[in-house]
């Protein structure tokens, strides 16, 4: 830990604009770009990459909005050691440039066709030339762990004699270990600027790679948010903060618990998915089935889980199957608010069995339907519904009469909306308000048939107050099966809320 505690608050230079798009097949829009460097900014990134300023209108145009947008964050743009990229980096109005060398000798003679002493003339040009025009420089070796290391280091100090205000070191095709990073950034740490550590991931190191350069003296870490980039991509920006934040205790300044929220916003909007088992933000990295492990995680939590979930935004997720214990689902049941005495849960827990033994996972709902099976048998739905009417076409606004009994009451309202389920669902809110405050949270449905008659199954997350709970329909109607879902929901809901009431008391 000497480097980390030495050196002080780690910074932290966010390219998941830049290398993160540079990704197979992603292109990101100026609205995109500019949400996702709000997210960073509010994270708590010190610097945002937000593109190559030469690549084109479109990129300049983007690198612009987040320069205008009036973030906290350093907005920097890559260029290559040429005066045309720094001017049309200087015209997107970014606080600093990425200068961009490569360094290695396979880089300088094959890519370039240059020579050693050529590339330092032209990294000291630029440096100059954009110091010269008010930017702060980050100039930094491309392919630098292939790089003849005298060599580095005396183009690292001519571009600080020029006026370069941080270096970088790039783990271009992701060939370094953590052994020799920690070397590396021993010595490169002492030549008299701030060193960024920029990592691949080809074999899998980028993280460990990241980590050892900063324990060693590295005062910036290059990262992707879900360490997109090319190939097997960039240093993970979760994964980096996590290690430093959990492992090493170190206060990075990130807002941690909004980790997972810009994890999704980048999958959603960069279209690339996330691994199941990805570290940190990946769906399973917080999902639980055995048996044991959740008996586990009952007794105690850090038994099987490192961090909290919800210190990354997250929620835990137990899944059952045929594998499903008494444990892992009172646990799940008490993750969704359920309370059971012994006997409701060996009910619960057969029912999951079967349902597993038949090859099925048993999801959120399907369990909050086994236990309000098992918990309310007898049970009385408080809302029902009488008659629906549903008005729609090409020349009328959609509309929807609902007849329901709410507590025994008969209850008449209509509603409009974007469409007849909107209208339809808006004519039950109507109907129950006064009474439960429901909000819909999410809506999905699914084709469980094929062809125009298909069954279709359609699922609500519903919220009253700060629960939430995910309730199905089905049926061939997708009115229907959409009222059924949304009056399972209100059902559901009302009667936990009525739990909760008589257990206060
Ligand atoms: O990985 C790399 O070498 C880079 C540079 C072009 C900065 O992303
Ligand atoms: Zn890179």
Known sequence: MRGIALLGRIRFLDTTLRDGEQTPGVSLGT?????????????????????????????RQSIKAVSAAGLNAEICSYVRALTADVDTALDCDVDSVHLVVPVSDLHIECKL?????????????ITEYAKDHGLIVELSGEDASRADQDYLASLY???????????????????????????VFGRLSRLGAPISVHCHNDFGMATANTIAALRAGAAMA???????????????????????????????GIKC?????????????????????KAIVGENAFTHEAGI?????????????????????????????????????????REFGIGVSDAQLSQIV??????????????????????????????EPKVKLQELTVVAGNTVTPTASVKIQLNGTDRLEAGVGVGP????????????????????????????????????????????ADRKITARGADADIIIASVEAVLEGINRLMRLEEEDRLNVK
Not at 37 to 50: F, H, M, S, T, Y
Not at 113 to 125: F, G, L
């Open 421 to 464: 389920v909107d209208a339809a669902i808006n004519a039950i809110r109507r109907a129950i308000s006064g009474v439960a405050d429901v909000r819909l949270e999410e809506y999905h449905v699914d084709a469980i048939t094929g062809g125009t008659n298909a069954l279709v199954e359609v699922w609500v997350t519903m919220a009253m």
């Open 257 to 277: 618990q909004d980790i997972y929220q810009l994890s999704r916003l980048v999958s959603r909007m960069t279209g690339l998915p996330l691994g199941i088992n």
């Open 31 to 59: 609205d995109e770009k500019l949400a996702i460097a709000r997210g960073l900014d509010a994270l708590g990134v010190q610097v945002i990459e937000a593109g190559s300023a030469m690549t084109s209108v479109g990129e």
């Open 350 to 379: 057969t029912r999951v069995k079967e349902l597993g033994d038949k090859g099925k996972r048993v999801s959120d709902a399907d369990l909050q339907t086994i236990a309000d099976t098992v918990l309310s048998i007898q049970k």
């Open 113 to 125: 066709k240059m020579d050693r002493k050529s590339v330092i003339r032209k990294a000291v040009e």
């Open 222 to 252: 290059h990262v992707t948010v879900n360490g997109i980039g090319e190939r097997a991509g960039n240093t993970s920006l979760e994964e980096v903060v996590m290690t430093l934040e959990s492992l090493y205790k170190i206060d990075t």
């Open 293 to 333: 492990h959740v008996h586990g995680l009952m007794a105690d939590t850090k038994t099987y889980e490192p961090i909290h979930p919800e210190t990354v935004g997250r929620k835990r997720r137990i899944v059952l199957g045929k594998h499903a214990g008494k444990a892992s689902v009172e646990l799940a049941l």
């Open 157 to 183: 100090l001519a571009g600080i004699d020029a006026g370069a205000d941080r270096l970088a070191f790039c783990d271009t095709v992701g060939v370094l270990v953590p052994e020799v990073a920690t070397e």
